[in-house]
């Protein structure tokens, strides 16, 4: 009777230590440790950290053009944050603390040559449309049609941008100043192409009145 309360006895105890044998790694004797972090949890860390870190403070100087907001250099409309055309918008902080408004990057540049003046310049990044100053931009030629045809986005951080590049054939960085020597070239092209339709309507007057003369 003893004997056979032994070995009932011995059974269980068997089995739990085949069970804990079990998790043993094989030829190692050593027990595998599972992560109590879920993976969705470590995702979500990593995410929550990501976003923290493209936040950034916008300049409280800074406005939102309205409905009615016309570009200082062009006098074409200034597009709101909503509208498609808006991640286009720019403005600038004059030396007075004033705020000026402009349709598209070259009108922001050549403000300065038109006005001579030195300006704080703001664009918008392009994928949360918030103001930052543009010498802190990664920039990037597109195909996208702007309101003064420019086509120039912007981005706050370099990894947007070469990404947008990537995914975008013939997009490119472009620097700087390289865009604010363009937006100069074709200032003075443009001048000189008022200057001479000037100077010829003037000549047609001239001829006009020189006419009424011989007339009389």
Request: negative net charge.
């Amino acid at each position: 009777m003893m004997m056979k309360k032994l070995l009932f006895g011995a059974i269980p105890l068997f089995l739990m230590l085949t069970a804990c044998g079990s998790t043993e790694e094989e030829g190692t004797g050593k027990v595998e440790e599972t992560e109590n972090v879920q993976p969705d949890e470590k995702t979500m860390s990593t995410e929550v950290t990501a976003n923290a870190e493209r936040e950034w403070i916008v300049d409280e100087r800074l406005q939102e053009p309205t409905e009615d907001t016309i570009c200082e250099m062009c006098n074409m409309k200034v597009y709101m944050k909503d509208d498609k055309m808006g991640v286009f918008s720019a403005q600038a902080v004059k030396a007075d603390g004033s705020i000026a408004f402009y349709d598209d990057i070259g009108c922001l540049l050549n403000a300065e040559f038109a006005h001579e003046e030195v300006n704080e310049k703001f664009v918008r990044d392009y994928h949360t449309l918030n103001w930052f100053n543009v010498d802190d931009a990664y920039i990037v030629k597109t195909a996208l049609k702007s309101p003064m045809n420019w086509g120039y986005i912007f981005f706050k951080y370099e990894e947007d941008a070469t990404t947008y590049v990537t995914e975008n054939e013939g997009a490119k960085l472009t620097p700087l100043h390289d865009i604010r020597k363009e937006a100069l070239e074709r200032r003075k092209k443009k001048m000189a192409q008022r200057e001479a339709e000037q100077g010829e309507n003037s000549h047609h007057e001239e001829q006009h009145e020189e006419g009424h003369g011989h007339g009389m």
